[in-house]
DNA sequence: AATGCAAATGAGACTTATTATCATTATCGT
DNA sequence: ACGATAATGATAATAAGTCTCATTTGCATT
C-alpha cells in the first residue's frame, strides 16, 4: 500500500483554480464558470476522461465550448490530451497540477489508470532519454509511458 | 556511431514476408499482392508512416483496403497503430518483425523517429513496470515509450 | 490446368470525433 | 456601471477512418 513515490502531491483545490487564473490570464484568457466546472471534473476524478465523461459529469457544459475549452487549456499547459487510438481522446490536468505520472491502457475497455515510477527509476530514464535525444540532436520537452493491457476488471470477464 | 543495443537486427525481406504468411495463414488470412506492398512500404521506409505516407509510395493500393489490411496486419500482430492525437495516425511493423524500440516524436511537424535504449535501462524499465502492474492486478502485454519534443530540422526553423 | 468457394478488393457512402461559425452573452479592467 | 473583448452554445462543416456490396482474386482440390 502506500505511495510508491516521494513525489510531490497533487494540489488542493483553492491552489489549483489560483494556478489554472494566472497560466490563462498570462496569455489574455478569462477563467469563466465553465472553465472552473471543466478543471474541477478533471481534478475529482482521478482519471483521465473523455467528452463524454465530462459532460456526464457536468452535464450544464456545451459539449462545444469543452471541446474549445479543452484546447485553450491544453495550449496554457493546464490539460494533457491523451490520445487513445480509437474512439474519444482522453484529457486530465497537465504536470504541475498533477504529479509526474504514466498509464495503465486497457486494451479491452480503453480505461486508463494513472500510475507512478519510483523516483530512482524515472531518474535512470530521464538521463537516459536526455542522452539519446542528444544523440538524434532531438530537443526534448516531456516523455510519456504507457503500459498497455488488461484492466483487474475486464480481465476477469474475458 | 554503432549500436547502442545489442537486440537483434531487422528480419531482412524474404523472411519478413514468411514470417507475414505464417502469421496471416494461422488465422485464415491470405497473403495477397496488395498486402506484401503494404509491408513492404512499412519496411522500407525506416519510419511510422501515416495513410498519406503510404499511398504515396504504393500509388496503386486503394485506400479503402490499406485500412481494412493495417487493421487485419495488426490483429495478427504484424503492424502497430502510433496514435498521434491529431491528424492521422502513423503506422510500423510490430515487435518481432522491428526489434524493440521507443519514439522521438516530432511536436511541430508530427515526424516520428525510431529508438532504442540500452538494454540495461530497458531491463530496468521492463521490471519495474511489472511490479507496478501487479499491484494494480493489470495483465501487461507492452510498453510505449515517447519522447516528445522538436526535431533537428523544425528546430532550426523556429 | 480447370473448378469452386471463401476471402479480398475498390469506389464511394457513411459514421464518428472534433473543429469552425456566428449571433448572443458574460467577464474584467477602468 | 460601462465598454471593449473574450466566451458561449447551437449547429454546420470537416477530417479520419469504417462499412457496403458487387466484382475479383487466391488457394485447395480435383
Known sequence: MGQPTTSPPDKQS??????????????????????????????????????PDIVEIAPDLAASSVYRNLEVLEQCGVVK??????????FELA?????????LVCVDCGVIEDVRLDDEVEEVLDQHLSLIASRASFKPLHHSLDLHGHCANCDGLL
Chains 1, 2 share one sequence.
Open 14 to 51: 483553492s491552489e489549483r483554480h489560483a494556478f489554472v487564473h494566472t497560466r490563462l490570464s498570462s496569455d489574455n484568457h478569462r477563467y469563466t464558470t465553465g472553465r472552473r466546472r471543466l478543471v474541477d471534473a478533471l481534478a475529482c476524478s482521478g482519471q483521465p476522461l473523455t467528452l
Open 81 to 90: 490530451r491523451i490520445a487513445s487510438g480509437s474512439g474519444h481522446a482522453h
Open 95 to 103: 504536470e504541475p497540477l498533477l504529479s509526474h505520472h504514466h498509464h
